[in-house]
Each structure stands twice: as C-alpha cells, then as structure tokens.
C-alpha cells in the first residue's frame, strides 16, 4: 500500500499546493465539479409523476426510508468538488505514509488514511462553503439604494433626457449608479433620493424637496 500512498501525497499535494498558490495570488477560478447538490439536483420534498400519470411519491411506506438514505448520499456528494478531492487525496496519501512509519499495522494504517482524507474533504469543503458565504453577503446589491439619499456627481437630464450619475452609501460602501429623473435636471451636488432601480446599474431619483414635499401632503 505505501506506493498508492506516496502516489496520493505526491499528486495531491501538488494539485492542492499549486491550488492554493493559484488562489492567493488571484488567477484560479472555482472548479467545483458537483456544484451545491441540495439545490436543483435533488429535492427530497417533491413529488415526481411518472409517466403513466401517478404520483411517484405516493407510496409512503417504501419511500421514507429510502428519502433517509438518499438525503444523506446526496450531502456527502454536495461535498464533493474538485478541491475537497484533492484535498482528501493528499491528507490521504500523507496520513498512510505517516501512520506506515510509525509502525502501525496495514489495517490501522488503511483505516487512519481513510479518516484523515474524509476529515480533509470535509473541512476544506466547510472553509469553501464559508468563504462563498462571505463572498456573497459582501456582495452589494443595487435594490438595497430604494429610499437612500445620494449625491449628484454627474448633472442628470430633466424628464428623462437622459442618464448621469449619482454616489450613494449603500452596505457601508460608496457606490456609483447611473441615475435618470422624470424631474427637471438635477446639477452636480444635488441630493436627491433613489425611488426604483430602472436597470442593471442604473436608478431612478427624485429631488429631496420632492420627497419633503410629498411626505408633507400626506
């Protein structure tokens, strides 16, 4: 067995190492092979119909059991990606290698190797799922500017002429978004409101006495 181990320390670690070299300085991207196995690839909560008409997910007692072993199939394949993988081949090949050394027995080695692979797939596919986690909630997303006050930084044309620009703090960030108003033109400087987003990158503003003054009516 120790040549399968060198054979899996060598290239995994390689892989792996290369990876997150890669990583850190920018120029890999997420090869993710499985994607999020809870999403689209299986719902164990629907019912499929056949086609014969019948409701596939009609027979209770033969289905809740087999829902039980296919949930728990399905999380351990939601860990799978090209770098929980190789991860879990390098830890594989290294613990066997480590274990073999110290004298431990061909079964405790092989069971040792098994342990520490599946302890590394799953830890680097956590760190994966965190970091995507994190990359999303920072993620700024224009329907939170609804209701903010911005800042005019290019003139919007009047009666929607056109579009300029406006500067808004929006999840404790300065974002910039093209802006149109159904108002006169808004000069540089102008504060304004945004009432709708109108596109990817692009939203509508009123003129803050507008809003003042239509809050005063009601």
Known sequence: MEPLYQLCAVVGGTIFVGQFV??????????????DAGGDHFDGGGDHVDSAGHDAGGDVHHGSGAMGHDAATWWFVGL??????????AFFGLSGLAAGASGV?????????????LAALYLVAW???SMMRLRADG??????TVGQTALVYLTIPGRRAGKGKITVTVQNRTMEYEAETEYDALPTASRVQIVAVVGGDSVAVVPLHET???????
Request: glycine fraction near 14%; avoid cysteine.
């Open 22 to 35: 890669l990583s850190f300085i920018g120029l890999a991207g997420d090869h993710d092979f499985s994607g």
């Open 80 to 89: 799978l990606s090209f770098r929980t993988v190789i991860a879990g081949l």
């Open 105 to 117: 027995g061909a079964a405790g080695t092989l069971a040792i190797a098994a342990l520490s692979g």
């Open 127 to 129: 760190m994966m799922r």
């Open 139 to 144: 993620t700024v997303r224009i329907e939170n």
């Open 212 to 218: 003042a003054r239509t809050n005063h009516a009601q």
